[in-house]
């Protein structure tokens, strides 16, 4: 089993910027999957990035790309989520995802919810106009 734990969400202006942390205990290892998603209200849940626990390869959904940035720091076992130039549209819960499955390659297949094995409980970020 593995246990994630979101912080960082708020309220920040358009333009701002936030970071999201998420805390991995239990069974952690390096060939994990590590996955951002965001829902918000009314919506299905969105893939936003996704990274290797290992580091290297990263992926990101159009709307985010040259705005969020992902990360790990093994040492640490946390993974992060920064958000800049951040837009209403981006109005939503985080949630933190894990899939122990290792990929040698990330890409499109990784933005599927249903690869992620397990779920943090969600972190409410909403930016105001």
């Known amino acids: 089993q593995v246990q994630l734990v979101e912080s960082g969400g708020g309220l920040v202006q358009a333009g701002g910027s936030l970071r999201l942390s998420c805390a991995a205990s239990?069974?952690?290892?390096?060939?994990?999957?590590m996955g951002w998603f965001r829902q918000a209200p009314g919506k299905e849940r969105e893939f936003v990035a996704v990274?290797?626990?290992?580091?290297?390869?990263?992926y990101y959904a159009d709307s985010v790309k040259g705005r969020f940035t992902i990360s790990t720091d093994n040492a640490k076992n946390m993974v992060y989520l920064q958000m800049n130039s951040l837009k209403p549209e981006d109005t939503a819960v985080y949630y933190c995802?894990?899939?122990?499955?290792?990929?040698?390659?990330?890409?499109?297949?990784?933005?599927?919810?249903?690869?992620?094995?397990?779920w943090g409980q969600g972190t409410q970020v909403t930016v105001s106009s």
């Open positions: 239990g069974r952690t290892s390096s060939r994990y999957t």
């Open positions: 995802a894990a899939d122990d499955r290792g990929y040698l390659t990330i890409g499109d297949r990784n933005s599927n919810p249903a690869r992620y094995d397990y």
């Open positions: 990274i290797r626990w290992s580091g290297g390869s990263t």
